[in-house]
């Protein structure tokens, strides 16, 4: 995650802690759950290939799962986000929410929204969640057309609106596509108008049915000018005074694009946003990051489900990941040895971490070649 209101205007975050406090070879992972593989939605983009079919098995029982959380508190996992397909439809869903906010963790729930009525509302504030981040891919018709389902949006935008009634912390996760990226302006605009608490906006990913759609990616040019106008936004933003944290995600790129734009406007700013980017080092796949999928099994981040190290049906996650006979995590806990391409000669690799790898090996079957999507031009990286 880059975020523009700490990076670009140096607002205090919630997550400054975690992101710039430690240097990332020195954390422990920050877990996403994909508790289920069952969802009421048929995204076009979604990455773990959610099915609507009610009778979808789910191998990990309440009582399991509250030994995988037993486990992941101890480790110390600083932050456990409780994902899916659509985390609400498991009907153990507030137990185990309740049960690691219990336990320590901080517990983080990512949801399409549409199922967040009063009473959903009240019972994720009384069972510990400190925020929900909901996915929302443009206002009306083009967050539905994405979502495969009429009236998701206006369902969505009450889900947001019963959260903020119980006073939890709520985002907006919205996935950057030549279809909706000219829908931005009113992201901005609703989330001002409704007092949601964050933006995320976030790079495609070509995983799971993602992949598919590899010819809605913005060109470079493209990119850069949204970029430009979520800084732009994040300005006013930042100048009314409101508070209102805006973040990109999964394309690891834009911090070295902030640091280059801050050096022609602020020197002495660029200089210390370079040293918060150096101690995030940017791409953490299978270092700050993990994902344990709906079957158990744990992958080096939630996008990159063709490998996996381990399953925690069979043994605890901290077992797992602290095993170093795995070689692809080896290997990815020293990936700047071995990514190629442009990635492997640019200045910023210490900062980038070779942006994604779950986009590398979509598009070429290595996980070791350069992002499509850096939008950096060669005499910027060289």
């Avoid at 205090?12 to 802690?17: S, V």
């Avoid at 539905?144 to 119980?166: C, H, P, T, W, Y």
């Avoid at 805006?246 to 690891?252: A, C, E, K, R, S």
């Avoid at 158990?296 to 043994?315: K, M, T």
């Amino acid at each position: 995650m880059v975020s523009i209101t700490k990076l670009y205007f140096g607002a205090k975050e919630n997550f400054d802690e975690l992101r710039y406090g430690t240097d990332a070879k020195d954390r422990k992972p920050v877990v996403v759950w994909n508790l289920t593989a069952k969802c009421n939605l048929s995204c076009r983009h979604c990455y773990a290939l959610a099915k609507t079919d009610k009778d979808v098995v789910e191998p990990i029982t309440t009582e399991k799962g509250q030994e995988i959380i037993d486990d992941l508190s101890s480790f110390g996992v600083p932050v456990l986000l409780f994902s899916g397909g659509e985390p609400l439809l498991r009907e153990d869903i507030f137990h185990l929410l309740g049960y690691a906010s219990k336990k320590g963790l901080r517990t983080v729930l990512s949801t399409n929204g549409t199922l967040i009525d009063y009473d959903v509302a009240k019972k994720l504030k009384e069972n510990g969640v400190s925020y929900v981040g909901i996915s929302v891919d443009g206002t009306s018709e083009v967050n539905d057309s994405f979502r495969g389902k009429k009236g998701a949006f206006q369902m969505a935008l009450e889900g947001i609106r019963n959260l903020k009634k119980v006073k939890l912390k709520v985002g907006i996760r919205f996935t950057i596509n030549r279809e909706n990226f000219h829908s931005i302006p009113e992201i901005f605009d609703l989330t001002e108008k409704e007092g949601v608490d964050r933006i995320c906006f976030y790079h495609l990913v070509y995983s799971g049915r993602g992949k598919n759609l590899m010819d809605l990616d913005l060109t470079p040019e493209e990119r850069r000018g949204v970029l430009d106008y979520i800084i732009r936004r994040t300005g006013e933003i930042f100048k009314r005074n409101r508070n209102i944290e805006v973040l990109t995600v999964d394309n690891h790129a834009d911090g070295p694009y902030l640091y280059l734009k801050l050096l022609k406007e602020d020197p002495e700013r660029a200089k210390e946003v370079y040293k918060l980017l150096l101690k995030n080092e940017g791409n953490l796949s299978g270092v700050g990051i993990a994902s344990i999928d709906e079957e158990g099994y744990v992958h080096p981040d939630q996008f990159l489900r063709d490998f996996s190290i381990g399953n925690v049906l069979e043994r605890p996650f901290s077992q797992i990941w602290t095993d170093e006979s795995h070689l692809l995590f080896n290997l990815l806990k020293n990936k700047k040895n071995y990514v190629k391409g442009r990635c492997a000669k640019c200045r910023f690799l210490n900062v980038c971490g070779g942006n994604f790898r779950a986009r590398a090996y979509a598009k070429t079957k290595d996980i070791w070649a350069e992002d499509p999507q850096c939008y950096l031009t060669d005499e910027e990286i060289s």
